[in-house]
């Protein structure tokens, strides 16, 4: 029976990716929206590399970031222009540049952005001025962009609830957050309705996401928010489902009520089994009535979450069954076949920097069941991870010569990798420490392995090969033990 579940489940994935590439493929008439940005930077140098990414930041991977991404090379006086087709009336779109920076070692580049998040509608034609502490904008559709630097990216930096009990700092919150809403009510009538609620819900979302993240930060994990009565009482107070009038499309459409509404169900969960349990979590995002916004939990979801091996399969199924949005779904859907592909791949030859700078690479370890941790220098998860999970199960391995606990830092600089490793925060002086130097996450075996958030953990088998990947048991001291008890 269990074999006939199982093979239900992959039947009705592999249906599901036909039927989306044989419904690309009848489609021959698509309606096509566009808009322009044209683009100066001040403090640019010719050469920079700008970059234009479609697409909400919290839905952001490698498995799609590629078909969203618009280049440009800024020219002497620091201007680049996109101009962009899409099939969608309506998105987001940040920019970042990379660059063009010399030290003792060259010339480098480091992309950083250089606007949050933008919302754009088709037939919008601007010019965006880009100082060090200033963004103005001119042209059709401008509106939006101005009022959005004005009552979202010039908040006042200085207010921050570092207390979730501080009253005075919650009506410090509460007060200004009433005051952008007075301030939003001047861009009444100078933008579209669509983009006067988009912004509307992105200023009142982005108080009320920060009010409920700020005490999980209180706590070491989950559980320990889940289980304290202020915290559960002072989370619950926020979670309602007043949506203050808005359209179930500007919902969807806001980056900052897509933040704040992952986070109340996560809260959900864990205050229903006073731990993080992803499985409630999946359930309530099912249950999303909002068509569209459960898409993009769904599509965040699985981009960014570690899944129960056992239950993985189900859960695509499940979830690709309901989702309408086409891009997502296949996303979601490219998602899966990550996950699979990933089992059973053979661990890549490519080399890596050890204390004394020499090469190793790990397809030179085959014989030993490894345990590959990736982290970089000022992860909190990644020392979280370590302290929690990874020194606690390496004591339990003690004696077995044939486990070894490979410490993988994407750190670019040496000097900072090896006082990260000295610290013993982030992993132990016996671990096999490795780092990738100047690539950083652009590694060929980053990239190979497709780790693209950190920590990320894999254990290899002695033929090495990948035998789980990310999966949420590995973060647990039980799961791993278990795990590596069996091999």
């Not at 969608?88 to 970042?96: D, H, P």
């Not at 086409?326 to 204390?355: C, H, I, W």
């Amino acid at each position: 029976m269990k074999w006939f579940y199982n093979s239900r489940i992959a039947i009705t994935i592999l249906f599901t990716s036909f039927f989306l590439m044989c419904k690309a493929a009848r489609s021959t008439v698509v309606d096509r929206h566009g808009f322009t940005i044209h683009v100066r930077l001040m403090d640019s140098v010719p050469g920079d590399t700008v970059f234009l990414l479609l697409g909400n930041e919290m839905l952001w991977s490698p498995i799609w970031n590629d078909a969203n991404e618009k280049t440009g090379i800024t020219n002497g006086n620091g201007e680049v222009s996109f101009q962009v087709f899409t099939t969608e009336a309506a998105g987001i779109f940040t920019l970042f540049k990379n660059n063009v920076s010399k030290n003792s070692k060259g010339a480098t580049n480091r992309r950083k952005p250089v606007t949050r998040p933008q919302f754009w509608e088709a037939g919008d034609n601007i010019r965006l001025t880009i100082a060090k502490n200033t963004i103005s904008c001119t042209g059709r559709g401008a509106e939006k962009y101005n009022a959005r630097f004005e009552l979202l990216y010039n908040l006042d930096q200085n207010v921050r609830l570092t207390d979730f009990q501080d009253e005075n700092l919650l009506i410090k919150w509460a007060k200004l957050a009433d005051c952008k809403m007075q301030m939003l009510q001047g861009w009444d009538g100078q933008m579209s309705k669509l983009s006067y609620e988009v912004l509307k819900a992105d200023v009142l979302y982005h108080f009320k996401y920060l009010l409920i993240k700020q005490p999980q930060k209180i706590f070491e994990d989950a559980k320990g928010y889940a289980t304290n009565k202020s915290v559960r009482s002072y989370l619950a107070a926020f979670d309602d489902e007043n949506v203050y009038g808005l359209s179930d499309s500007a919902l969807a459409l806001s980056t900052q009520f897509l933040y704040f509404q992952y986070a109340i169900y996560q809260n959900r969960a864990a205050r229903l089994s006073e731990g993080y349990d992803r499985g409630s979590l999946f359930n309530y995002i099912l249950n999303e009535p909002n068509q569209r916004v459960r898409d993009r939990l769904f599509t965040f979801f699985f981009l960014k979450e570690k899944l129960p091996q056992q239950t993985a399969d189900e859960w695509f199924a499940t979830a690709l069954a309901t989702m309408k949005d086409e891009q997502l779904r296949s996303v979601v859907n490219k998602a899966y076949v990550f996950k699979n592909e990933m089992t059973g791949k053979l661990l890549p030859a490519n080399t890596l920097l050890d204390k004394d700078r020499l090469p190793v690479s790990l397809a030179s370890l085959k014989g030993k069941v490894l345990v590959v941790d990736f982290w970089n220098t000022g992860c909190g998860g990644c020392a979280k991870l370590y302290a929690n999970v990874l020194k606690k199960v390496k004591g339990k391995m003690k004696g077995r010569e044939d486990v070894l606990f490979v410490s993988i830092a994407v750190d670019k600089k040496f000097n900072i990798w090896n006082e990260s490793v000295a610290s013993g925060k982030y992993t132990s002086a016996d671990a096999l420490n490795l780092y990738t130097g100047e690539p950083g996450a652009k590694h060929p075996l980053v990239k190979a392995l497709k780790v693209t958030g950190y920590p990320t953990l894999i254990v290899v088998d002695r033929n090495n090969k990948v035998l789980q990947y990310n999966t949420d048991n590995l973060s647990t001291v039980e799961g791993l033990t278990k795990l590596l008890t069996g091999i």
